[in-house]
C-alpha cells in the first residue's frame, strides 16, 4: 500500500500538497514560494551571523565562550543539524537562522514544517535553558523581544512539556500548553499553518496542538524568518544542557 497521499487543498491553503500519510510529512508541495533544507553535503560547517556565505542560505550565532556549538553532525543518515550548549556557567545562545533576512511572509498563508528531535532535553543550574524553534522577525537576545513570532518553545524547569507562542508586536501569547510529553532523541514532525494569521496553528505528528491569533500584524512586522535557537542567560548558576537535532526544514506559501 503506498504510504504517499495527496490533498488539493492542503490546510485550507489554495494549493496541493502529497505527503507521508503515515508521518505527515510533507513530500511534494505545489506552491509558488517553496524552501526546503535535509542538510545534507559538506558543508559540515555552517557560517557564522555577517558573515554569510555563497550557497548556503543559513548562518549562526553563538554567545558564550565554552562556546556552544551550531554545525551539521559528520555522517548523519538524512542528514542533520545540531545546536548543543555547554555545562559552563555563563549565558550561552546557539542559533541558527536565515541571517536576519525576512523573506517570508505570515501574511501570505505562511507554512513551517520541521523534524526535530531533542538529544539533551534542556536542563538547568540555578538558571533556566530554553529552546525555541520555529518563524520569528530580528535576533534578540530576550527572546520576549523578538518583534514576531510564531514558535514552539521548551524550558528546563518543565523540560518534557512542549509549549507554543504567538507574538503579533500587539499581543503576546505565551506559555501555551501543547499537551504533548517529550522524550530525548524522539523525533517528532512541527508544523505551524498561517494560512490564517487570525488562527494559526500548531501541530505535532500531525494532531492539532494549539492555535493562537496574529491578527494584528501591521506592515512588515509580519516578514519572518526560519529560528532555531537554545540558550540560557547567566543570572546565578548557568550550567545548564540543552541539545536540539533538525533533520530537515520544509517552508511552503503564496506569492505576494
Known amino acids: 500500500m503506498s504510504k504517499t497521499y495527496a490533498k488539493y487543498n492542503y ?30 553535503g559538506g ?24 562556546p556552544p556549538t551550531v554545525a551539521k ?30 523573506s517570508l511572509s505570515l501574511e501570505q498563508g505562511l507554512i513551517f514544517e520541521a523534524r526535530i528531535a531533542m538529544s539533551v532535553l ?17 535576533h534578540n537576545a530576550d527572546l520576549d523581544a523578538v518583534d514576531c513570532r510564531a514558535w514552539f518553545k521548551i524550558e528546563s524547569a518543565a523540560n518534557t512539556a512542549l509549549l507554543w507562542e504567538v507574538d503579533d508586536n500587539v499581543t503576546a501569547d505565551e506559555d501555551n500548553d501543547a499537551s504533548t510529553v517529550l522524550v530525548a532523541s ?28 496574529m491578527a ?15 540558550s540560557k542567560v547567566q543570572t546565578t548558576v548557568a ?5 536540539m537535532l533538525i533533520d530537515y526544514v520544509k517552508i511552503f506559501q503564496d506569492r505576494s
Open 11 to 40: 490546510f485550507n491553503s489554495g494549493f496541493p500538497m502529497v505527503y507521508d500519510k503515515s508521518t505527515f510529512e510533507s513530500i511534494l508541495g505545489m506552491f509558488p514560494v517553496t524552501f526546503y533544507d535535509d542538510f545534507i
Open 216 to 230: 494584528g500584524l501591521t506592515a512588515a512586522i509580519g516578514n519572518v524568518q526560519p529560528y532555531f535557537n537554545v
Open 122 to 138: 534542556p536542563t538547568t543550574g540555578t538558571n533556566t535553558s530554553q529552546v525555541v524553534f520555529g518563524l520569528a522577525g530580528t
Open 186 to 213: 524522539v523525533y517528532h514532525i512541527y508544523r505551524i499553518d498561517a494560512t490564517s494569521i487570525a488562527a494559526v496553528k500548531f501541530y505535532v505528528d500531525g494532531v492539532l496542538v494549539g492555535t493562537g491569533s
Open 73 to 102: 553532525v559528520a555522517d548523519s543518515i538524512n542528514g542533520v543539524v545540531q545546536l548543543a550548549l555547554t555545562a559552563t556557567d555563563q549565558s550561552q545562545i546557539a542559533a541558527l537562522d536565515w541571517n536576519n533576512q525576512e
Open 43 to 66: 558543508d559540515i560547517v555552517i557560517p557564522a551571523t555577517g558573515t554569510v556565505q555563497s550557497g548556503c542560505p543559513w548562518s549562526t550565532l553563538i554567545v558564550g565562550a565554552a
Open 239 to 243: 550550567t545548564g544542557l540543552g541539545t
